[in-house]
Protein backbone atom coordinates (compact mmCIF):
# COMPACT_ATOMS: atom_id res chain seq x y z
CA UNK A 1 0.00 0.00 0.00
CA UNK A 2 1.15 3.76 -0.83
CA UNK A 3 1.37 6.05 1.87
CA UNK A 4 2.80 9.23 2.31
CA UNK A 5 3.79 11.31 5.45
CA UNK A 6 5.10 15.13 5.05
CA UNK A 7 6.59 17.03 8.29
CA UNK A 8 8.56 19.53 8.71
CA UNK A 9 6.49 22.44 8.20
CA UNK A 10 5.77 25.17 10.54
CA UNK A 11 5.67 29.46 11.04
CA UNK A 12 9.14 30.92 9.97
CA UNK A 13 9.98 34.46 9.29
CA UNK A 14 10.28 36.02 5.83
CA UNK A 15 14.08 35.28 4.72
CA UNK A 16 14.21 31.98 6.86
CA UNK A 17 14.32 28.01 5.91
CA UNK A 18 12.89 25.44 6.39
CA UNK A 19 12.94 21.56 5.23
CA UNK A 20 10.31 19.64 4.31
CA UNK A 21 10.27 15.88 4.35
CA UNK A 22 8.29 12.84 2.97
CA UNK A 23 8.35 9.63 4.30
CA UNK A 24 7.20 6.99 1.50
CA UNK A 25 6.30 3.31 1.83
CA UNK A 26 4.83 0.70 -0.53
CA UNK A 27 7.68 1.95 -2.64
CA UNK A 28 10.85 2.87 -3.61
CA UNK A 29 11.48 7.17 -3.67
CA UNK A 30 14.63 6.39 -5.96
CA UNK A 31 12.55 4.22 -8.43
CA UNK A 32 9.99 6.99 -9.05
CA UNK A 33 8.35 9.98 -10.17
CA UNK A 34 7.90 12.64 -7.74
CA UNK A 35 6.40 16.19 -6.90
CA UNK A 36 6.09 18.31 -4.52
CA UNK A 37 3.05 21.04 -4.54
CA UNK A 38 1.29 23.15 -2.59
CA UNK A 39 -1.91 24.69 -2.03
CA UNK A 40 -2.62 28.56 -0.81
CA UNK A 41 -5.46 29.38 0.54
CA UNK A 42 -8.47 29.93 -2.43
CA UNK A 43 -5.59 29.09 -4.88
CA UNK A 44 -5.62 25.93 -6.66
CA UNK A 45 -2.68 23.50 -6.75
CA UNK A 46 0.97 24.76 -7.97
CA UNK A 47 3.85 22.54 -8.63
CA UNK A 48 6.52 23.65 -6.81
CA UNK A 49 9.52 20.85 -7.82
CA UNK A 50 9.50 17.46 -9.37
CA UNK A 51 12.47 14.61 -9.77
CA UNK A 52 11.83 11.99 -11.90
CA UNK A 53 13.58 8.57 -11.64
CA UNK A 54 16.07 9.43 -13.83
CA UNK A 55 17.29 12.22 -12.07
CA UNK A 56 15.99 15.12 -13.86
CA UNK A 57 14.51 18.25 -11.58
CA UNK A 58 12.47 20.91 -12.78
CA UNK A 59 11.60 24.21 -10.68
CA UNK A 60 8.89 26.73 -10.41
CA UNK A 61 10.42 29.96 -11.99
CA UNK A 62 9.90 31.61 -8.58
CA UNK A 63 11.50 29.11 -6.38
CA UNK A 64 14.45 28.62 -8.86
CA UNK A 65 17.81 29.11 -6.46
CA UNK A 66 15.59 29.05 -3.15
CA UNK A 67 14.64 25.68 -2.95
CA UNK A 68 16.59 22.29 -3.62
CA UNK A 69 14.26 18.78 -4.23
CA UNK A 70 16.38 15.66 -3.00
CA UNK A 71 16.11 12.51 -2.37
CA UNK A 72 17.15 10.06 0.71
CA UNK A 73 17.77 6.98 -0.64
CA UNK A 74 18.16 4.75 2.45
CA UNK A 75 15.67 6.37 3.98
CA UNK A 76 13.07 6.18 1.58
CA UNK A 77 12.37 10.11 2.21
CA UNK A 78 12.14 12.98 -0.14
CA UNK A 79 13.15 16.59 0.95
CA UNK A 80 12.03 19.73 -0.06
CA UNK A 81 15.03 22.44 1.32
CA UNK A 82 13.10 25.85 1.06
CA UNK A 83 15.52 28.89 1.53
CA UNK A 84 15.16 32.83 1.28
CA UNK A 85 11.46 32.12 2.00
CA UNK A 86 8.98 34.73 1.18
CA UNK A 87 5.42 35.52 2.50
CA UNK A 88 3.62 34.19 -0.95
CA UNK A 89 5.26 30.52 -0.20
CA UNK A 90 2.90 30.50 2.45
CA UNK A 91 0.81 27.45 1.38
CA UNK A 92 -0.03 23.40 2.33
CA UNK A 93 2.58 21.88 1.09
CA UNK A 94 1.90 18.01 -0.13
CA UNK A 95 4.38 15.17 -2.10
CA UNK A 96 3.16 13.36 -4.87
CA UNK A 97 4.01 10.20 -6.47
CA UNK A 98 3.68 10.16 -10.44
CA UNK A 99 3.56 13.06 -12.90
CA UNK A 100 0.41 14.31 -12.15
CA UNK A 101 -0.20 17.30 -9.24
CA UNK A 102 -3.17 14.87 -8.46
CA UNK A 103 -1.68 11.93 -8.05
CA UNK A 104 -1.32 10.07 -4.12
CA UNK A 105 -0.54 12.41 -1.62
CA UNK A 106 -0.07 12.58 1.93
CA UNK A 107 -1.97 15.05 4.54
CA UNK A 108 0.24 17.49 3.75
CA UNK A 109 2.32 20.12 5.86
CA UNK A 110 1.93 23.63 6.43
CA UNK A 111 3.60 26.12 5.89
CA UNK A 112 3.01 29.81 7.01
CA UNK A 113 6.02 32.69 6.19
CA UNK A 114 5.14 35.66 8.12
CA UNK A 115 6.74 39.36 8.12
Known amino acids: EVELVESGGGLVQAGGSLRLFCKAS????????MLWVRQAPGKGLERVAS???????EYLDSVKDRFTIMTDNPKNTLWLQMDKLRLEDTAMYYC?????????RGQGTQVTVSA
Open 96 to 104: VLGKSNLGP
Open 26 to 33: GFRVSLSD
Open 51 to 57: ISRAGRI
